[in-house]
């Protein structure tokens, strides 16, 4: 008669690995307003496939984006500015629909660690890039359809949008709540692949929990953080980390 296995013991285990994921990757967005997919998705993916990653990243992105997007005046405005980009990012990620999950979903772990290499130098770099306002029209929707079908692939959606939304002279707080609405469309467009591939359903809502309050609670600490440590000190060893969880992701399933 065969023994039963006792599970109990590996779904706490990851269900506490999963808290502590989120709980860092939400102290980093608490202390630069950003870095919660980015974070989440490159811990995550080590231990599991990038679309189901993502599937757990969905409430945790989607809450704490919403709370940005709204939390200042400006939204009506960056709405009809960011309209290309955001309509790009749409497009892009339903045309990139099944890469995360689909027979393509063993190259996500690397376009990931791509991902994540290319943010951490452009991070790191003192180079920024400025868009003259007469391009944004078209420049937009470009690099909402790259960024898109980035996220499509990866789960992450920061390249290149952070560096358009950076680059086009938005105040500080403009770019805060900028980044908060492209992150919630962004969220809420890969939310629609991964229902339709099967991954994103009703038997992930503990899990889901777990990782929004983490995330909550994270984001409470950074921003406490926020006010003592040097912003600066903190963002460079951010995107050294990144560049080095990058080169992982990469170089893993190569020496496997």
Known sequence: MAHAVNVRPMLDFAALIIAAVFLL??????VLGLGLPTISMGLLAIAMPPG???AMLVVPSLA???????????LRGLLKRLAGMLAGVCIGTWLGAGWLTGPYARFGAIALGLSLI???VLGLSAVRFKVPHDKEAWL?????LLTGLITAATGVFVIPAIVYLQGIGLEKEELVQALGLSFTISTVALSFNLI???VLNVSLAATAIIALVAALAGMWIGQVVRLRLEQATFRRWFFIGLLL??????????VR
């Open 52 to 54: 189901q990653a993502a």
């Open 196 to 198: 339709g591939a099967g």
């Open 25 to 30: 990757a939400g102290l980093v967005k608490g």
């Open 245 to 254: 969880l990058g080169i992982y992701l990469i170089a893993a399933p190569l």
């Open 118 to 120: 290319v943010y951490a």
């Open 140 to 144: 937009g929707p470009i690099v909402g």
């Open 64 to 74: 704490t984006n919403f709370w940005q997007m709204v939390g200042g005046p400006y």
